[in-house]
């Protein structure tokens, strides 16, 4: 969440460059959500009987791609 107001607020502030914000933000957020989900996916794996990784756990890694794909969707207008 952290990572996407980070590029929220880069888009905002940054002008032409947002979507660079955008790409460098989702790369570190695609890395960091990957990491967090191989260890819960470890964790849970311990106790299966009691937990199970639900969709929310996957939606992260997803929305990282979505952001990093928007990076290089950039508009062709000029800045104002």
């Given amino acids: 969440m952290l990572f996407g107001l ?12 947002w979507a660079i914000g955008a790409i460098v933000t989702g790369v570190m ?8 989900l191989i260890h819960l996916r470890h964790e849970v794996g311990e106790v299966r009987e009691v937990a199970a990784v639900g969709i929310g756990a996957w939606r992260a890694p997803i929305a990282c791609v979505g952001m990093i794909v928007g990076g290089f969707i950039v508009p062709s207008a000029p800045d104002a």
């Fill in 29 to 36: 957020a695609s890395f960091l959500s990957v990491i967090l």
């Fill in 6 to 17: 980070g590029a929220a607020v880069w888009g905002w502030f940054g002008g032409r460059t």
